[in-house]
């Protein structure tokens, strides 16, 4: 299961359970931290951030798209 980091925003419950301390480790679902780390009471640890895509895969992903003439 992912971990999460309580951060400085967080109130006294974070993902029903008892806020600890700025930092404290919870290891929970995706779903348990989803509405949290919208708040911002939570930081997912293990989650990398998607690459953002390039030109030449952005142009693959749309093959019918029209061809820019001048």
């Given at each position: 299961?992912?971990?999460?980091?309580?951060t400085e925003t967080a109130g006294?419950?974070?993902?029903?359970?008892?806020?600890?301390?700025?930092?404290?480790?919870l290891t929970l679902t995706e779903k348990q931290a989803e509405h949290e780390v919208r708040l911002?009471?939570?930081r997912a640890l293990?989650?990398?951030?998607?690459?953002?895509?390039?030109k030449s895969e952005k142009a693959a992903a749309k093959p019918d798209a029209p061809?820019?003439?001048?």
């Open positions: 299961m992912p971990r999460y980091a309580i006294r419950f974070v993902a029903g359970q008892t806020n600890t301390g700025v930092g404290t480790i911002g009471s939570l293990d989650i990398k951030p998607a690459a953002k895509a390039t061809e820019a003439t001048e």
